[in-house]
C-alpha cells in the first residue's frame, strides 16, 4: 500500500495552485469573506484567548470542526513535496503511537461526519476502510495495527489533513510536545522542539511570559476533557503565500522579507492566521493540537472595509517587540503607510465578523 495521491476529482472545487515558485495560490471572493480575521477590536496583545471549539456560522471557517476548503488538495501536494525533502518535518516518540491512532480515528469520524460526500470511514470491528475522494485514496488496514498502513498512523492522517499537528504527553505537572508535523509552520521547528515541554518551547516568545499568559494557558489546558475541544487564534504577516516558512528552510523565504515595496505590498504581504484547536485524546490521556494555516494578501483583506480599517490600527500600533518576534518590524512603517490609505478612520464594530 502507498499513500501516492490520485487526484482529479471534484477538481472544479479544489483549486491547482502553488505554495512557493510562481505562487499562484489566491483565495476565491466567497472565501475571501469567510477568511478567520483574527482580530475583535483595533489593538492587539497576547492573552490566554481561548473558547470553546464548536460548530459556528454556516458558511465560515468555523462551521466545521475540521475545516476542508478549496486549498486541500494543493495543501497535501505542497506537505509532500516538504516531507520528501525533509522528512524529518514529521516525528514521532515511541511511546506516541497510541496518541496517534487516537488523532486518525478523530479526524476519520469527523471528516466522515461532516463531509460524506468526499469522505468515507467502514468500519468492521478492527478492520477500517477509509475513503477520501479528493486525494483518490481507498485503503483497508486493521485499527492499532501499524504494520497494515504505509507511514504511521500520525503520519499517514496529518498527510492528509491541513493544519500542522503536534501532540503532547501529560506528565510531570506539565505538556510534552513528543511528537509533531510542521510543514506550514510559523518560523518554528518539530525537529528542534520535540521532547521539549510548554514553558520550554515556548521560552522565545516576547511579553506573554511576564504577563503570566503561559502559567495560566498551562493551568487551563491540562484541565481539557475529552468532548469538549478549545480553539485560539494565532497570527503573523508572510510575504508571498508560502506555506512553509520552517527554521530549516530560512535561506529560502526570509530574504523575501527585502523585496516588499509600497507598489507591490497589497500583492505580496499576506496575513497569516493560525486557527488554532486543542483535544484531549481518549487512550492516550495525550492532547493533540491542530495548527491550522490561512493565508490572505493585504488586497483580498481590504476588500473588507471593516478589517481594512482595523488591520491597519492593529499593525500602526502593535508592540515593537511583538513585531520583531513576528517578523514585520523591518517593514512595518511602509504596511502602515500602505494600509491607512484604506482606513477612513470610521470606528469599528466590536468582533471579527466582516459584517457585524
Ligand atoms: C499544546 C499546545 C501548544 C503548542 C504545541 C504550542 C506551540 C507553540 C510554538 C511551537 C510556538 C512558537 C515558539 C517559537 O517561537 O519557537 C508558539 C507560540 C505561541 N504560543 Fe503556543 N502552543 C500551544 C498552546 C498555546 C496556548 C494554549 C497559548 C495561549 C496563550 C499559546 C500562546 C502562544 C503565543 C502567544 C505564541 C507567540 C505567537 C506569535 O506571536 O506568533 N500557545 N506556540
Not at 486518525?104 to 470511514?121: G, N, Q, S, V
Not at 488496514?141 to 507511514?151: G, K
Not at 521547528?189 to 520550554?200: A, K, L, P, Q, Y
Not at 504581504?269 to 491550522?292: C, T
Request: net charge negative; hydrophobic share 40%; aromatic share 14%.
Amino acid at each position: 500500500m502507498s499513500l501516492d495521491f490520485k487526484p482529479g476529482e471534484f477538481s472544479d472545487f479544489f483549486r491547482d495552485e502553488t505554495f512557493r515558485g510562481d505562487f499562484t495560490y489566491r483565495n476565491s471572493p466567497h472565501l475571501i469573506r469567510r477568511f478567520p480575521f483574527p482580530f475583535d477590536r483595533d489593538d492587539y496583545m497576547y492573552a490566554v484567548n481561548m473558547e470553546p471549539h464548536v460548530p459556528g456560522r454556516k458558511g465560515t471557517a468555523f462551521e466545521h470542526i475540521l475545516d476542508v476548503d478549496e486549498h486541500y488538495v494543493a495543501e497535501m501536494i505542497d506537505r509532500a513535496q516538504v516531507l520528501a525533502e525533509d522528512p524529518l518535518r514529521c516525528q514521532s516518540l515511541p511511546h506516541m503511537t497510541l496518541a496517534g491512532w487516537d488523532v486518525l480515528e478523530f479526524i476519520m469520524e469527523t471528516k466522515a461526519r461532516d463531509y460524506p460526500h468526499w469522505f468515507t470511514l467502514e468500519r468492521d470491528g478492527h478492520r477500517w476502510r477509509w475513503i477520501n475522494r479528493p486525494l483518490g485514496i481507498d485503503h483497508s488496514f486493521t485499527f492499532l495495527d501499524e504494520s497494515t498502513l504505509p507511514y504511521g498512523p500520525f503520519e499517514y492522517i496529518t498527510r492528509q489533513t491541513q493544519g500542522d499537528w503536534t501532540l503532547q504527553d501529560e506528565r510531570d505537572g506539565t505538556l510534552w510536545m513528543d511528537a509533531g508535523i510542521a510543514t506550514s509552520q510559523a518560523d518554528w521547528s518539530v525537529d528542534f522542539d520535540v521532547g521539549m515541554n510548554f514553558h520550554e518551547w515556548h521560552a522565545p516568545v516576547p511579553i506573554a511570559h511576564d504577563l503570566g499568559v503561559f502559567d495560566r494557558a498551562l493551568k487551563f489546558l491540562l484541565k481539557l476533557q475529552h468532548g469538549a475541544p478549545v480553539r485560539r487564534f494565532n497570527w503573523t504577516m508572510t510575504v508571498n503565500p508560502l506555506l512553509d516558512t520552517a527554521p530549516e528552510t530560512y535561506p529560502r523565504w526570509g530574504p523575501m522579507r527585502t523585496t516588499l515595496t509600497p507598489e507591490n505590498m497589497g500583492e505580496l504581504m499576506h496575513l497569516r492566521v493560525e486557527l488554532q484547536s486543542l483535544y484531549r485524546l481518549p487512550r492516550s490521556n495525550a492532547i493533540a493540537f491542530d495548527i491550522r494555516c490561512y493565508l490572505a494578501r493585504f488586497d483580498e483583506l481590504v476588500t473588507v472595509p471593516k478589517w481594512a480599517r482595523r488591520l491597519h490600527r492593529v499593525v500602526r500600533d502593535i508592540h515593537p517587540d511583538l513585531a520583531a518576534y513576528k517578523g514585520f518590524l523591518r517593514n512595518r512603517d511602509m504596511m502602515t503607510e500602505w494600509l491607512s490609505r484604506h482606513d477612513d478612520g470610521a470606528p469599528t464594530s466590536p468582533g471579527w465578523w466582516p459584517e457585524d
